[in-house]
């Protein structure tokens, strides 16, 4: 090879070298591989117009409580039987007598008087249980309540009969997240003792309300 095409060929190289190298400090890097985050929106879900059963005690039974404004603000039409005082076992006969399937959803909230009374918790988690049936055999949704937070909002003072009231409910509302199939359970700790009337926690005003927007948000129930 004569020197002067040796000359040309090594600065051919240099430049095509350069070439390459200006292309590489230039081409963008390529972007780390990340996962696609897709964020999923709950459907909001309109009632308005269905039919609504309620079945429980005095914590359900007032007149315009929790049961009522989720009603009014849902436009949902309902039924409530619940009475004051009762418990699972009678509650289970009001199901046996109204569940239908003109109903669209069944809310069931009781419990509580079983507990006060010593019942044994799994007995009446299994009287839940068959009102949830009841409403499944009928194609009507079941929404079950434990209810509020009674290590909390239960003040027992020196009633030694209800020394192990809080503790008892505590664990029947336990079993009925752990134990209850085919139903939507709601974990309904949303009140604080202040929201409460009374030693047992019957809700005043401010209660009502807090239970009945947690159930439309639980629910994800549109409101009008």
Known sequence: ?????????????????????????????????????????????????????????????????????????????????????????????????????????????????????????????????KIVNMCLAKQVTPIVLTGFDPLTCVAVGNRTALKGYPSRYAKFQQLLIDSIVGAKVLKTHCISRTDCGDYLCHMTGSGHRKMCNFIISACRFKVY
Request: positive net charge; aromatic residues 8%; proline residues 4%.
């Open 1 to 129: 090879m004569k020197l002067k095409d040796g000359i040309l060929l090594m600065l051919a190289s240099l430049v095509f070298g350069w070439a390459i190298s200006s292309v590489n400090q230039t081409k963008p890097t390529p972007p780390i591989d990340t996962p696609i985050v897709v964020i999923k929106q709950d459907t909001i879900v309109s009632v308005k117009g269905k039919n609504a059963l309620f079945i429980g005690d005095s914590h359900t039974a007032a007149d315009y409580g929790w049961q009522h404004q989720l009603c009014k603000k849902t436009k949902m039409v309902y039924l409530n039987t619940a009475v004051g005082g009762k418990q699972t076992a009678w509650m289970v006969e009001v199901a046996k007598q109204n569940i239908n399937s003109g109903y669209d959803y069944c809310f069931i909230y009781g419990g509580a008087n079983d507990m006060a009374s010593n019942r044994i918790p799994i007995k009446s988690v299994k009287n839940i249980q």
